[in-house]
T-cell receptor
Framework: RKEVEQDPGPFNVPEGATVAFNCTYS??????FFWYRQDCRKEPKLLMS???SGNEDGRFTAQLNRASQYISLLIRDSKLSDSATYLC????????????FGTGTRLTVIP | NAGVTQTPKFRVLKTGQSMTLLCAQD?????MYWYRQDPGMGLRLIHY???????AKGEVPDGYNVSRLKKQNFLLGLESAAPSQTSVYFC??????????????FGAGTRLSVL
């Protein structure tokens, strides 16, 4: 079973729409959770961390449900510049804090 | 600001050839990582290093070797390339302080095709 599973999409939404991505993780010992963004043919970049209480950064809201081992990302008022692949990432907090990546969910925001 | 630099950016190899991918960081980071990214698989850790002179295996180490002779450089070697090693390779680095926030800084990637 994959460490992190995501719906690959693609999600095609109009500008201004609200879109939600979900991911599940298999290891109950996972300790830290993140969303990374990856533009086409570019490197991944940290978008935001995900905290148990849920957290918001502008138009982006991340939530974590430890009991269900489920992470979500909500994007409100989608912009064209939000078009990218969103990667769900977890870590087990080992010595090197190795990251485990989901396959990513592709989002295209349409004018 | 250079950050994490990977060379080469692109490479085409024939089956059985060898090559070395270079990752260099100018941020004095202790931790360095090599990942590969394949369609439908996400990024997977190949090898990592927690300091100069030390390396460790990640999730998919077979067919690769690494060396960290200098703190700023992390080399990934393919001794005998196979088509299954066609992928995009990303290097990343981090510090203990950044790791507390689980932040890794990625290079721009190396696209490798093995024919």
């Amino acid at each position: 079973r994959k460490e992190v599973e995501q719906d690959p999409g693609p999600f095609n939404v109009p500008e201004g729409a609200t879109v939600a991505f979900n991911c599940t993780y298999s290891n109950s010992a996972s300790q830290s959770f993140f969303w990374y963004r990856q533009d086409c043919r570019k490197e991944p970049k940290l978008l935001m961390s995900v905290y148990s209480s849920g957290n918001e950064d502008g138009r982006f809201t991340a939530q974590l449900n430890r009991a269900s081992q489920y992470i979500s990302l909500l994007i409100r008022d989608s912009k064209l510049s939000d078009s990218a692949t969103y990667l769900c990432v977890v870590t087990h907090q080992t010595g090197a804090n190795n990251l485990f990546f989901g396959t990513g969910t592709r989002l295209t925001v349409i004018p | 600001n250079a950050g994490v630099t990977q060379t080469p950016k692109f490479r085409v190899l024939k089956t059985g050839q060898s090559m070395t991918l270079l990752c260099a960081q100018d941020m004095n980071h202790e931790y360095m990582y090599w990942y590969r990214q394949d369609p439908g698989m996400g990024l997977r850790l190949i090898h990592y290093s927690v300091g100069e002179g030390t390396t460790a295996k990640g999730e998919v180490p077979d067919g690769y070797n690494v060396s960290r002779l200098k703190k700023q450089n992390f080399l990934l070697g393919l001794e005998s390339a196979a088509p299954s090693q066609t992928s995009v390779y990303f290097c990343a680095s981090s510090t203990l302080k950044a790791l507390a926030k689980n932040i890794q800084y990625f290079g721009a990637g190396t696209r490798l095709s093995v024919l």
